[in-house]
């Protein structure tokens, strides 16, 4: 059995290209440009809350990187290296060899580094800390949001949820169904270049990890405001479409694991987000709209509001 | 229960002095000072593997940060912030409080903030990542050491083994002893202030973690030399005096967690390695000096060469 360190060095050991120093010495060493601000987001996944026991490491070390990713997106910032700090039940380099790989080619699609970490014996567990710049004061932030701004989303809502529901067999779909939403479960896309595009026409912004509902909270609780959704705006898969209006609702209002960003802008860059979308390539609809108040609103297909049933994914009471 | 948010809300939730943005946004934002380099290392403990299921709480959250500081200090960079990323079994408050009330005073000693992280549910896991930095180029690296070059250690070596080897049941120590060692190997104190004051005057740091054998090999191996280390002249307890000698070569040798700065200097710096260590109030010890060669000579007290038996603690192979 390869050693820890070997087991590293065979599938993570790439020079670095960007950074000063990377992976091998106590710290790994960055510069910064003049003007940049850092940004810095930690997420931890454990098997069985983020991720289930059937995923393939290749698409875990995709998932991994991609929701830390995701975390720069919504704060426009470009993302530049990582750490890796990794839980093994035991050296199995048939688990870390594609967990490597899916890892580091989402990490050469965004042209980042890995540049220090660990590795460890212990139930499995994955943490990564992404390091990304923004231009000083540029930032998009959860407290923007101002009354009369629009709400908007980018991709489609609810896919991951839906393949969640399939896994515990209150839905089934088609293979084809489900192989797409497993897809939208298992690899999501970090919205980057969105992200990027929005800096100067979003007023706030935050991906969506935990459900709409309950994200969109943390953006009116940080900005004073309240929302009105209309459900119908949503945007959502043809599969997810074909199902029962019910599951529809829980999936798109506090689904989870969407990894698409949710922004606010004022009416007048109506015309610069469908700028920023086209130039990102990534698809975004208007969903609503910001109020006075602090309440979150959710109307149905009629009009009429929803009684208020969701709440965000909290890690501890689920 | 409280909710994920609200147990990290009362406990770690404190507004940040330093950094532009903390806690509660997708990102946590940070400047760096013109002129210098962004240090970063993490660091991922796990119970049965970093500490035992008796620590206290407290005392773990001091140990958690303290172990990343330490890479910190080996590089001889300033510490800015840290991000924390938590897996609990359960919400529990009476883990929680006095764990964060640990982390946060040495932080606190150490004039740092918690930035950002994450929580979740699942096996008990502690991630931290520290960001720090360094006037570019003035990081200590463990590539620099120069054949000639004297080899230091700060403090003492084994007492955090050999509290591990009471708790075993190998050893046994008086109450008051075992007290000392135990503080060793739970309250570890990492040589920030030390390897501040080394810049310019060392040519190589290492951080003390997995042993001194083990460790000293990355410098070896990382600088492309040899050494040799004088068994008699490296710094131990009155405790760890009076154990076995075999035990004591064990501990010495090959102990881990203990939290010290391994170091060279050219022979021409001594009194300015001197100067540096009383700068930074912490006693160091030359015990050893940089050859040719690659490999790693122990001398006992007769200056007879021992057997090589003793390597790196390896999370893997143990």
Redesign the interface.
């Known amino acids: 059995?390869?050693?820890?360190?070997e087991?590293i060095r065979r599938h993570f050991g790439k020079p670095v290209q960007h950074a000063?120093?990377g992976v091998?010495?106590?710290?790994?060493?960055?510069?910064?440009r003049?003007g940049m601000?850092?940004?810095?987001?930690?997420?931890?996944l454990?098997?069985?809350?983020?991720f289930l026991p059937t995923v393939a490491p290749q698409r875990l070390g995709h998932k991994a990187l991609a929701v830390n990713l995701s975390?720069?997106a919504?704060?426009g910032?470009k993302p530049l290296?990582f750490?890796?700090?990794?839980?093994?039940p035991?050296?199995d380099e048939d688990f870390v060899a594609p967990f490597a790989q899916g890892l580091l080619a989402l990490a050469a699609e965004h042209d980042i580094e890995l540049?220090?970490?660990?590795?460890?014996?212990?139930?499995l567990?994955i943490?990564i800390?992404v390091?990304?710049e923004?231009p000083?004061g540029q930032?998009l932030?959860?407290?923007g949001a101002q009354v009369g701004d629009d709400l908007w989303v980018s991709g489609v809502l609810g896919d991951a949820r839906l393949a969640l529901e399939v896994f515990r067999g209150t839905v089934s779909l088609s293979e084809s169904a489900f192989e797409a939403t497993r897809s939208a479960m298992e690899m999501p896309q970090p919205r980057v270049t969105l992200g990027l595009a929005l800096r100067g026409v979003a007023s706030s912004?935050?991906?969506l990890s935990d459900g709409l509902v309950g994200d969109l909270g943390h953006v009116l609780q940080?900005s004073g405001v309240g929302a009105t959704i209309k459900l119908a705006a949503l945007p959502r898969s043809a599969w997810l479409r074909d199902v029962a209006p019910a599951v529809q609702r829980e999936c798109l209002l506090a689904g989870g694991d969407d990894y698409e960003l949710l922004f606010t802008a004022p009416p007048s860059r109506h015309a610069a987000v469908q700028a920023a979308a086209q130039q990102a390539r990534t698809p975004v609809h208007c969903v609503g709209r910001i109020d006075t108040g602090s309440a979150l609103r959710v109307l149905d297909e009629a009009g009429a509001e929803l009684p208020q049933t969701w709440r965000?994914f909290?890690?501890?009471?689920?």
């Open positions: 059995m390869p050693s820890e360190f087991l000063a120093l091998g010495d106590d710290c790994a060493l960055l510069a910064l003049p601000q850092l940004a810095v987001s930690t997420d931890m454990v098997e069985g809350r983020h975390d720069l919504a704060c910032a290296a750490t890796l700090a990794l839980a093994l035991r050296a540049i220090g970490g660990d590795t460890t014996r212990g139930p567990n943490c800390t390091l990304g923004v000083t930032a932030l959860r407290s912004a935050i991906d940080r965000a909290d890690h501890f009471s689920a």
